[in-house]
């Protein structure tokens, strides 16, 4: 399946409408998931190491946009004051095949360098703040 179609939308954390709102321009997705540590736990009698799976370590989340900041609106704009302010947010990556993945972060941005005819994006960077929930496309 191709990332074509894939969406962001984002809502403030923990409030009462079900509706996020659409960050246009999305460009890039990240990978999704987090890998658990392998912990050693081998006794003294055993003839092989022992392995245990630990705790997973989720990395940031790092969604890249095509930039522009000539609308109030503009996603640049309204992610770069919630990244100021420190908000908490509620996002919402929707693939084309109709499966999402929702969680809860806080938002920092950088904007990419460019030269002779290179694009400007900018990178959302989201520090996840507790589990991914992976929902099923509804008939499958």
Request: aromatic residues 8%; charged residues 25%.
């Amino acid at each position: 399946m191709l990332a074509n179609g894939a969406k962001l939308g984002y809502k403030e954390h923990g409030g009462s409408g079900s509706t996020y709102t659409d960050l246009p321009g999305l460009k890039e997705i990240p990978d999704m998931g987090e890998e658990p540590e392998k912990v050693e736990n081998t006794c003294l009698t055993d003839k092989h190491n022992q392995y245990e799976k630990g705790i997973g370590d989720a990395p940031d989340l790092e969604y890249t946009f095509k930039y522009d900041n000539k609308q109030a609106d503009s996603p640049y704009r309204v992610l770069r004051n919630y990244a100021d302010s420190n908000t908490m947010l509620d996002f919402e990556e929707t693939l084309a095949d109709g499966t999402k993945t929702t969680f809860s972060g806080t938002p920092s941005l950088r904007r990419t360098g460019g030269g002779v005819n290179g694009v400007l994006d900018f990178v959302l960077t989201i520090m996840l703040s507790g589990d991914l929930t992976v929902t099923d496309p509804a008939g499958n």
